[in-house]
């Protein structure tokens, strides 16, 4: 029996690729982000490593210093729960 192998950068570039954008860019309209303005990671991934997909990636951060990172990193953030403590606590219950 003879398998055809489709070798990964083709499968990439052809079908997984695509799909994976267009899923990031109606992910990120139905969230409020807007995707031209914003970096993100499958991008920054490829720009890093071209056609060599890592087998693993794996980022352990303190999910609060997170939390905080996020509220004042995106503005809309501020907009909905307020630039303030209060507000901080707002978004952090809703998570």
Known sequence: M???HTPVEECMA???Y???MQADLARSAA???DYDREAHNPLLV???YGLRPPKM????RNPIDRLFSAFHG???YHGKYGKNSAGFTAYVKEQ
């Open 2 to 4: 003879t398998r055809n």
């Open 14 to 16: 052809r079908n997984c």
């Open 18 to 20: 695509n799909q994976s």
């Open 31 to 33: 969230a409020g982000i």
């Open 46 to 48: 490829r720009a890093v």
């Open 57 to 60: 990636i794996l980022l352990a």
């Open 74 to 76: 995106y503005p809309h």
